[in-house]
């Protein structure tokens, strides 16, 4: 069964960071695409980063140079390092993965930047 669990969550003053984390309950972290996307009051859910399994990462325009997406496989973890935080950061973060055609999800971690 793919579970996936985040950590890390919490609030910030902004221009501060924080690391979340997402473990895993297999090794699929090395082998999938992981990723973590995130959904703001009101507001769609929007991918956030992704790391293929090919170590290839990509991001959302408004956190690249901020974010960095990456991967401990012996873990079997993934990690979202944010860095100048900002109030639009705002949002429920949510780990994702894609198994066999169908999409999982972690239950979200809560970060909340402050002004």
């Known amino acids: 069964q793919v579970q996936l669990v985040e950590s890390g969550g919490g609030l910030v003053q902004a221009g501060g960071s924080l690391r979340l984390s997402c473990a895993a309950s297999?090794?699929?972290?090395?082998?999938?695409?992981m990723g973590w996307y995130r959904q703001a009051p009101g507001k769609q859910r929007e991918l956030v980063a992704r790391?293929?399994?090919?170590?290839?990462?990509d991001y959302l325009d408004s956190v690249k140079g901020r974010f960095t997406i990456s991967r401990d496989t012996a873990k079997n973890t993934v990690y979202l390092q944010m860095n100048s935080l900002k109030p639009g950061d705002t949002a429920v973060y949510f780990c994702?993965?894609?198994?066999?055609?169908?999409?999982?999800w972690g239950k979200g971690t809560l970060v909340t930047v402050s002004s």
């Open positions: 994702w993965t894609k198994l066999s055609g169908m999409n999982y």
């Open positions: 297999g090794s699929f972290v090395s082998s999938n695409t």
């Open positions: 790391i293929f399994s090919g170590g290839i990462t």
